[in-house]
């Protein structure tokens, strides 16, 4: 059962315009949004998250929208450059039951984003 | 600067062989964890551990282990590495907010 999915396996955008990545979810228990990008041969890094009691953040050319009723987040790019080209993938965390707070993230499949010069 | 640090870049390893896959972070963080990443299949998780010596199966433990003695390194086991196993794999920390990656060990099984 896949609980975070990014339908869209690439997209291609050309340099100085937006890039707009999608990702939906099912499990309404998820209470943290997180985007990851990823170059080859390095591990994915952190680059923006959103709280699920938000509906916007925003970090630069960087803007996470969150539409709860939908189960639907967007990660937003403005302008684009060639070197935003890499694999973004979207996470999703629920706190472990009992208190826990190890806080496991589920993860969409990943959406190759190219930006051309 | 903070660190997750995985033993090798790049393993070839041959089937049936048993692998050990080493993860140590330098964070003090108390969540450790195991993905592979598959094209088209994005992160999956294979093992986290919480605390010392306690580990937890993810999505698809089958066919490794891990090993948590001490809170700094975290291990991954292919028990008798298949060719269905050659992944990039990834080790993670966390003390409850978002992870820090490793650089990722590129496994291939011939």
């Known amino acids: 059962d896949q609980q975070v999915k990014q339908n869209s396996p690439s997209l291609s955008v050309q340099e100085g315009r937006i890039s707009i990545l999608n990702c939906d979810y099912t499990?309404?228990?998820?209470?943290?949004f997180l985007w990851y990008k990823k170059y080859p041969a390095e591990g994915p890094t952190f680059l923006i998250s959103i709280s699920s009691i938000k509906d916007k953040n925003e970090d630069g050319r960087f803007t996470v929208f969150l539409n709860k009723s939908a189960k639907h987040l967007s990660l937003h790019i403005v302008p684009s450059q060639p070197g935003d080209s890499a694999v973004y993938f979207c996470?999703?965390?629920?706190?472990?039951?009992?208190?826990?707070?190890?806080?496991?993230?589920?993860f969409g499949q990943g959406t190759i984003l190219t930006v051309h010069p | 600067d903070v660190k997750v640090t995985q033993s090798s870049r790049y393993l070839v390893k041959r089937t049936g062989e048993k692998v050990f896959l080493e993860c140590v972070q330098d964070m003090d963080h108390e969540n450790m964890f195991w993905y592979r990443q598959d094209p088209g299949l994005g992160l999956r998780l294979i093992y986290f551990?919480?605390?010392?010596?306690?580990?937890e199966k993810g999505d698809i433990p089958e066919g490794y282990s891990v090993s948590r003695e001490k809170k700094e390194r975290f291990s991954l086991i292919l028990e008798s590495a298949s060719t269905n196993q050659t992944s990039m794999y990834l080790c993670?920390?966390?003390?409850?907010?978002?992870?820090?990656f490793g650089s990722g060990t590129r496994l291939t099984v011939v």
């Open positions: 993670a920390s966390s003390r409850g907010g978002g992870y820090t």
């Open positions: 499990n309404s228990m998820f209470d943290y």
């Open positions: 551990s919480y605390d010392v010596k306690m580990k």
């Open positions: 996470a999703a965390r629920r706190y472990g039951a009992g208190g826990t707070s190890y806080g496991k993230l589920t």
